[in-house]
Structure formats: structure tokens, C-alpha cells
């Protein structure tokens, strides 16, 4: 039966055409008075926004200090240097503004600025962080979910290798975010599909559960699921199509504010997976993703095969095969990557850069040993290297079904 739960989301969200110019009088309603402006490259100075932003700063005499500099998979690096400046600055209030990789950056200073503590050591679950600036956010990219999580991902540099490690607390929630689909319009094809199937995948380590009876949750996935196949085909063909994108942006956030769910045990192994991949690669987290998850589906689907014939009806419309279910799932799967194909996403490990013989090295910064991941079914390290050798061209899970 589904589990119980507390469901609480304490981030408000504004949402709509020039929102982003009420930024100022929301860091004031939250107590922010001395502000670090997060931000990535120079797509925000060149658009105009972070003139925008500074002029409601300015409007509401809050003091800000600029901090720019984040890049995909936010490196720890970064996120040290921004602790130090917020302790020099005497910052009491983060803005990010970007997507998810700024917003797990701004939630990585933010705890720990206050703290003594290396960050490194809840970044890999040995201690648990106490404490947080108020971060808020201005959403440019649908895609991570970031402005509602509790998490944020970090990579990091140690003894030789890099780990690309996460850290939850409720209170690392933004207190408020700021979604204007507009600015989104001018995100690139590359980066808008690289969200999509991080959304997507949100969903998908929700969706793929042993809780029984979780009707509604489930409908709610499917529907979050649906909605991003279809506002995401409209988005292909027509970019500036601002009515897709804002069904987008706000599908990003109800696939990762944990709505669908709140009541069942979820996987997640496929992003435990993935972030090896982009630690080792750079590649972009959807990217990773897109060539992981539909090898893991086939790996594990014999765990509960009317799960995905579920998934192949109710998301792709398959017609079930009532006398061989395995068949129905099968295309299921096949119709997700065929989606992710169109969107432009790679495959294999080949097209993120890599090969079967980089899968020793995922392994050991996987660090899984004697452990296990995952929730729907308990990988071990020889199952993680089935799959990862299965995601490479040599060995690919689906060479003979899919050309």
C-alpha cells in the first residue's frame, strides 16, 4: 500500500512574463538586505537580465556583489571560492540565477558559509549540514527542478579523481523562485532537450516503485510525462513557441518537487549511474542520462514487468501485447529512446566521449563495493557494470532491436 509521508514545499513560486523584475521586493519580504548574485556565463549579462535584476536590487537599496562563473556539473572549486566571498561580504542572502547547475552551486555555498565543516564531508554522507543562507532563485532553463529540491550535486576534485557527489536537507529549499518562460525562449536546442530528459527522468525514478496502490501518484506521472512528450515535440519545431516552453518550465518543477512521489519508495539508480558518466566526460547531465536509463529499464524490467507495459500504454500509447507482456515493455523503452533520438540525444557511451574501457574507472569512483543502489531493484557493483558495459557500442543493450 503507499506509504505514509509529510509533504511540505516551503519555496514560493512567481510565475510569469517579466517576473523576474519583482526580484528585488521578494529578497526584501525574505530579510535579504546584503545579496551574492550567483550566475553562470555571460548569456545573463548579454540578455540584459542581470542589468534587470540589479535594477530591482537597486530599487529595494538592497547591496549585492556579483559572482559569475558557472559551468555544467558546478565544480566544488567554485563553490569554495563563493563560501570565502560570502564570509568577506558579510552576504546574508544567495540569488541564483541560471539553471540547476548554478542553483546546486548557490545551495552549496549556502550551507557553507556559516559552518566550520568542509562541505565535502556532507556532500558524501558523513555528516549532515546544519544550516543555510536563504537562497532564492530566477529560473532561465526548465530543466533540473532545482528551484523546489532539496538537493544540490557538486563535483569535486580528490586524490586524482573527481566524484560528483549529492547533498539533501529540507531547509536547503529555495524560499522563493522566480519562473518567466520568456527567458527560456532563447535557450539552445541542445540545452532545452538535455531538460527534457532530465525532467523526464525525474519522473522516472519516481514512477518505477514496488509501493502498490499508488493510483493517483501514478496518474500524476504519467500526465507530468505526457504533457513533456508533447510540449517538448512542439518546442523542437518551433522554439519560440513561449506557450510549450511555459508548460515545460512548470512541468520541470512538478517532475522533481516530489509531488509524484510522496508516498513510494524511488529508484534513483539511474542518476547514481549517470553522474559517473558526466564527473568523467563533462558531458551534460541529460545527456548522460539519455544513454544510461534506457538501459537500466531493460536490465531491471524483469523485476516487475507489468510495470513497464504500464508505462509503454499509459505514457507512448503501445498497445499491450496481453500474451507477451515482456514485448509490450520492450516497446515502451523503445519508444522513450526513439523520442530522445529525435531530440537529438546520444545512445551509447561512444557519443558522450568514453568506452567499455573507461567502465573500471566508473566503477571506482562509483564507489558501491559491498553496497547496493537503487530503490526498485538493489543494484550491486556487478550489476553496474553489466550495465555500464551494456551502454557502450561493443556491447550495446539494444544492437539487435534498434538500428
Excluded at 237 to 251: K, T, V
Excluded at 367 to 387: H, M, P, Q, R, S
Amino acid at each position: 500500500m503507499m506509504n505514509d509521508f509529510v509533504f511540505h514545499i516551503p519555496t514560493e513560486f512567481v510565475f510569469g512574463s517579466n517576473a523576474e523584475l519583482q526580484v528585488g521586493r521578494y529578497i526584501k519580504k525574505y530579510g535579504g538586505t546584503n545579496v551574492l548574485l550567483h550566475y553562470g556565463g555571460s548569456s545573463a549579462e548579454k540578455s540584459g537580465l542581470l542589468q534587470r535584476i540589479e535594477i530591482s536590487l537597486q530599487d529595494e537599496n538592497i547591496s549585492y556583489t556579483t559572482f559569475g562563473g558557472v559551468q555544467a556539473n558546478p565544480e566544488s572549486s567554485l563553490v569554495y571560492e563563493g563560501i570565502e566571498l560570502c564570509r568577506k561580504e558579510k552576504i546574508d542572502f544567495i540569488l541564483a540565477v541560471g539553471g540547476g547547475s548554478v542553483i546546486d552551486s548557490a545551495k552549496a555555498i549556502g550551507i557553507g558559509v556559516n559552518d566550520t565543516e568542509d562541505i565535502w564531508e556532507y556532500y558524501v554522507n558523513r555528516k549532515s549540514p546544519k544550516c543555510t543562507i536563504p537562497v532564492g532563485v530566477v529560473l532561465t532553463i526548465a530543466a533540473a527542478g532545482s528551484e523546489c529540491s532539496d538537493g544540490s550535486v557538486i563535483t569535486f576534485q580528490r586524490e586524482g579523481n573527481r566524484y560528483k557527489r549529492g547533498c539533501c536537507a529540507e531547509f536547503m529549499r529555495p524560499l522563493f523562485a522566480i519562473l518567466n518562460p520568456k527567458l527560456t525562449v532563447t535557450v539552445s536546442p541542445w540545452q532545452t532537450s538535455c531538460g527534457i530528459v532530465d525532467m523526464m527522468a525525474h519522473v522516472m525514478e519516481r514512477y518505477f516503485t514496488n509501493t502498490k496502490n499508488t493510483e493517483l501518484t501514478d496518474y500524476m506521472a504519467e500526465a507530468i510525462l505526457k504533457t513533456i512528450i508533447q510540449e517538448g515535440k512542439k518546442v523542437k519545431a518551433h522554439p519560440e513557441d513561449e506557450q510549450a516552453r511555459a508548460n515545460l518550465m512548470w512541468a520541470s518543477t512538478m517532475a522533481h518537487c516530489n509531488i509524484c512521489g510522496v508516498d513510494k519508495e524511488q529508484d534513483w539508480a539511474s542518476h547514481d549511474l549517470e553522474h559517473e558518466l558526466s564527473s568523467l566526460y563533462g558531458c551534460a547531465h541529460g545527456a548522460g542520462l539519455a544513454v544510461i536509463m534506457p538501459v537500466w529499464m531493460k536490465y531491471v524490467m524483469k523485476h516487475n514487468v507489468h510495470r513497464f507495459v504500464r508505462f509503454a500504454v499509459n505514457v507512448f500509447g503501445c498497445r499491450e501485447n496481453l500474451e507477451n507482456p515482456f514485448e509490450t515493455g520492450i516497446e515502451g523503452i523503445q519508444e522513450l529512446r526513439k523520442f530522445w533520438k529525435e531530440l537529438g540525444m546520444p545512445q551509447t557511451l561512444e557519443e558522450l566521449g568514453g568506452s567499455c574501457e573507461d567502465v573500471p574507472i566508473l566503477l571506482e569512483t562509483l564507489e558501491i563495493k559491498k553496497n547496493t543502489i537503487g530503490g526498485f531493484v538493489k543494484l550491486t557493483e556487478a550489476d553496474c557494470k553489466e550495465i555500464y558495459t551494456m551502454c557502450s557500442r561493443r556491447n550495446y543493450a539494444f544492437s539487435e532491436e534498434w538500428k
